[in-house]
């Protein structure tokens, strides 16, 4: 027997903002049901697990353990990583190579970090 990912479940003080973050990286749209205040709002990215959104009372203290890392679909890494940074995102750690390898790790507006990795058409034009 084996499992596979439900959700990826996401602690935050503001379960409708963060989902507003999440939806406009993502490129869809939070669910109609899900209303400023609720202690849960869920995500359906394309092509990816459902993203869970749970109202916690305590705030993000220590570095992530688990992440997600993204890969853009129709735009470069750099592009992506400033869309993601006009969105609210910060920058955590720039691990870009001079080679055009690495990644940048950001984190969402609560902290929550994540990385931006090369394009699938960057990994190809230096393969």
């Not at 939806?23 to 092509?47: F, H, K, N, Q, W």
């Not at 870009?96 to 929550?112: C, I, K, M, Q, S």
Request: proline residues 8%.
């Amino acid at each position: 027997m084996s499992s596979g990912i439900h959700s990826v479940t996401v602690d935050c003080h503001d379960t409708y903002v963060l989902a507003g973050f999440w939806a406009e990286v993502y490129g869809c749209s939070r669910r109609p049901e899900d209303l400023p205040g609720d202690p849960e709002a869920t995500l359906l990215p394309p092509g990816g697990p459902m993203m869970l959104f749970v109202q916690v009372p305590e705030g993000k203290s220590v570095k992530n353990r688990m992440h997600v890392c993204l890969q853009p679909v129709d735009r470069d890494r750099d592009a992506e990583v400033e869309r993601l940074l006009a969105l609210g995102a910060t920058q955590v750690s720039d691990r870009r190579r001079p080679d055009g390898t690495g990644w940048v790790v950001l984190a969402d507006p609560e902290g929550n970090e994540f990385c931006v990795e090369r394009s699938a058409a960057e990994r190809a034009a230096t393969a």
